[in-house]
């Protein structure tokens, strides 16, 4: 069996196209998909290895590293920011900085010329300002997801 | 130590927060999570960030006994910080965020301070859960910070 690709750009020429193609003989089934943009993913670039080793080396350290009260770097928000930073495009983190947290959370740390920012990231919500001029956004508690990060990333950059 | 210290901390003084995590410390920054409110193990749930009072050479006598505290950790140093510049922080939108610096001596330490902060009205202790305004405080101390001193 073999497949045939067609792109269009058009959607509105896919019920004829599809239905000139079925009457074909040899044809078996015709489906429609959507092309996932190569642009969309990010590749693993050099920005992201030093965030990934920052982040291996921040999940090094034990309870106690910054005095009795202080926490290991929960698991979970480790897998969860390790996944996230390779689906963010390199130019949006520029400027950010990852440091511990002594509960046991992540925190990005953010300066530029006219604006400074932070996100703490727990398992489950992450927490965060932004402060561009006198202008300020922030959230005590929004869900960790990609696209929440990002987001925050973009208001950042935008 | 043998330096008398008033009890009122002067707007003029430097005082220093002691960086004992290297973590603290990365791509040429302070992290503003350096400054926290801790939980001692004798189980006080501090109500202050705390720093020391002095200047540098004092610092560096009183904190060379300083020992890291985690095994196989090293010390890294400790962060200069401008009590009028502490003092001055405001936070936007609504500046709603007070700061000072008492002193709270010991035996052990006579010139042990605190950063106290209180938001709207009420003091941030290490038990305070996370909020905004406490990163914005936390990052504004991390930028008025005028030296790095390494031990």
């Given at each position: 069996?073999?497949?045939?690709?067609?792109?269009?750009?058009?959607?509105?020429?896919?019920?004829?196209?599809?239905?000139?193609?079925?009457?074909?003989?040899?044809?078996?089934?015709?489906?429609?998909?959507?092309?996932?943009?190569?642009?969309?993913?990010?590749?693993?670039?050099?920005?992201?290895?030093?965030?990934?080793?920052?982040?291996?080396?921040?999940?090094?350290?034990?309870?106690?590293?910054?005095?009795?009260?202080?926490?290991?770097?929960?698991?979970?928000?480790?897998?969860?920011?390790?996944?996230?930073?390779?689906?963010?495009?390199?130019?949006?983190?520029?400027?950010?900085?990852?440091?511990?947290?002594?509960?046991?959370?992540?925190?990005?740390?953010?300066?530029?010329?006219?604006?400074?920012?932070?996100?703490?990231?727990?398992?489950?919500?992450?927490?965060?300002?932004?402060?561009?001029?006198?202008?300020?956004?922030?959230?005590?508690?929004?869900?960790?997801?990609?696209?929440?990060?990002?987001?925050?990333?973009?208001?950042?950059?935008? | 130590m043998g330096e008398e210290?008033?009890?009122?901390?002067?707007?003029?003084?430097?005082?220093?927060?002691?960086?004992?995590?290297?973590?603290?410390?990365?791509?040429?920054?302070?992290?503003?999570?350096?400054?926290?409110?801790?939980?001692?193990?004798?189980?006080?749930?501090?109500?202050?960030?705390?720093?020391?009072?002095?200047?540098?050479?004092k610092?560096?006598?009183?904190?060379?006994?300083?020992?890291?505290?985690?095994?196989?950790?090293?010390?890294?140093?400790?962060?200069?910080?401008?009590?009028?510049?502490?003092?001055?922080?405001?936070?936007?939108?609504?500046?709603?965020?007070?700061?000072?610096?008492?002193?709270?001596?010991?035996?052990?330490?006579p010139?042990?301070?605190?950063?106290?902060?209180?938001?709207?009205?009420?003091?941030?202790?290490?038990?305070?859960?996370?909020?905004?305004?406490?990163?914005?405080?936390?990052?504004?101390?991390?930028?008025?910070?005028?030296?790095?001193?390494?031990?």
């Open positions: 069996m073999r497949k045939l690709v067609v792109t269009i750009n058009d959607s509105a020429v896919m019920p004829r196209l599809k239905s000139a193609i079925r009457q074909l003989n040899g044809v078996e089934r015709v489906v429609a998909m959507r092309e996932v943009s190569l642009r969309s993913v990010p590749k693993v670039g050099k920005t992201h290895q030093i965030f990934l080793q920052r982040i291996d080396s921040l999940s090094q350290l034990s309870d106690g590293w910054d005095g009795n009260d202080s926490k290991a770097i929960d698991s979970e928000c480790i897998k969860k920011i390790r996944h996230i930073i390779t689906k963010i495009d390199e130019s949006l983190l520029k400027g950010w900085v990852l440091f511990p947290e002594s509960h046991g959370y992540l925190y990005f740390d953010y300066t530029g010329a006219n604006s400074i920012a932070g996100i703490t990231l727990t398992p489950n919500k992450m927490v965060y300002f932004v402060q561009k001029g006198d202008c300020v956004q922030k959230n005590d508690g929004v869900k960790l997801t990609s696209a929440n990060f990002i987001s925050v990333l973009e208001q950042v950059n935008g | 210290f008033s009890e009122i901390v002067s707007s003029e003084e430097n005082v220093a927060r002691i960086i004992f995590s290297p973590s603290f410390i990365f791509g040429g920054r302070v992290s503003p999570t350096a400054f926290r409110w801790e939980i001692l193990p004798s189980g006080t749930v501090e109500d202050y960030i705390s720093v020391l009072r002095g200047n540098t050479s610092l560096d006598a009183a904190t060379r006994f300083f020992k890291a505290r985690n095994k196989g950790d090293s010390r890294y140093g400790y962060a200069l910080l401008n009590v009028s510049d502490i003092r001055n922080i405001k936070i936007l939108p609504n500046n709603n965020v007070s700061v000072d610096v008492k002193s709270y001596p010991s035996k052990t330490f010139f042990h301070a605190g950063i106290i902060a209180d938001i709207d009205g009420k003091r941030v202790t290490a038990v305070t859960d996370i909020t905004p305004e406490i990163m914005m405080l936390q990052k504004r101390l991390a930028m008025i910070c005028s030296e790095i001193v390494k031990f």
